[in-house]
């Protein structure tokens, strides 16, 4: 009988210290990218989903079209979506970002239009009486009445995004994605194992500091609640 190797990569183990030193490059890489990629697609996607909530709340008739299109967007499938966008986009990772920036519309909309919502009419009122034309009120009344919720949808949305990137590994611009479609093809524990946690762990992280800007920037939040 042979003795068993006293490499951990060698074993094939799950947890591989081994894996972490000699590898530390190629994890970084693809952090780099799953954060690129996350990043991008939630700014347009807000950028995008913005003016969308504005509209649905400015015209009464436009929210039932707005929430039902950017709900069904999210009900499609990742790899049907990627499939649909693939004629537009080719092998890219504008590809990823795109299918990304739909699904996360009917998140961002959804929560930015209940804030707007919810802002009192007497507030606004007041604000008219006071002078406020439409886009004074807009920008200094409404929207920061409407961060609690609007954030909310945020890191729902960034969550949302940080694990569907995984899904780009299929078009080769799936960040951490990429080594775990690697590691399951060929069966290599410890890859697989890094690779998702790293995700978890971006995943968490992304929230606790969103979560952070929310107080920051909503301190009236917690006087409501003290």
């Known amino acids: 009988m042979t003795a068993p190797p ?3 990569l060698a074993r094939n183990e799950w947890i591989c210290g081994e894996y972490l030193s000699t590898r530390r490059h190629i994890l970084l890489d693809a952090v780099g990218q799953h954060l690129e990629l996350t990043a991008v697609s939630v700014l347009i996607g807000l950028a995008v989903a913005l003016p969308l909530a504005v509209a649905a709340r400015r015209w009464g008739w436009a929210a039932g079209p707005v929430l039902a299109v950017t709900t069904i967007l999210y009900t499609i499938p990742s790899l049907a979506m990627f499939s649909l966008l693939l004629p537009v986009y080719g092998l890219s990772a ?19 239009l209940a804030g707007l919502r919810a802002v009192p009419e007497e507030t606004r009122q007041a604000a008219r009486g006071m002078g406020y034309g439409p886009i004074r009120l807009l920008l200094t009344v409404e929207l920061p009445l409407a961060l609690p919720a609007a954030m909310a949808g945020l890191r729902i949305a960034t969550v949302s995004a940080v694990s569907l990137v995984t899904v780009g590994a299929i078009v080769g611009f799936g960040g951490l994605g990429n080594l775990i479609y690697a590691g399951m093809n060929t069966y290599f524990k410890a890859q697989v194992l ?11 992280v992304a929230d ?8 920051l920037i909503t301190p009236w939040t917690r006087a409501v609640r003290g």
């Open 6 to 8: 006293d490499d951990c």
């Open 94 to 112: 504008t590809l990823v970002v795109a299918g990304l920036v739909l699904y996360s519309l009917t998140l961002l909309v959804r929560n930015i």
């Open 194 to 204: 890094t690779a998702s946690v790293l995700c978890v762990v971006i995943a968490v």
């Open 208 to 215: 606790l500091l969103l979560l952070l800007v929310q107080r």
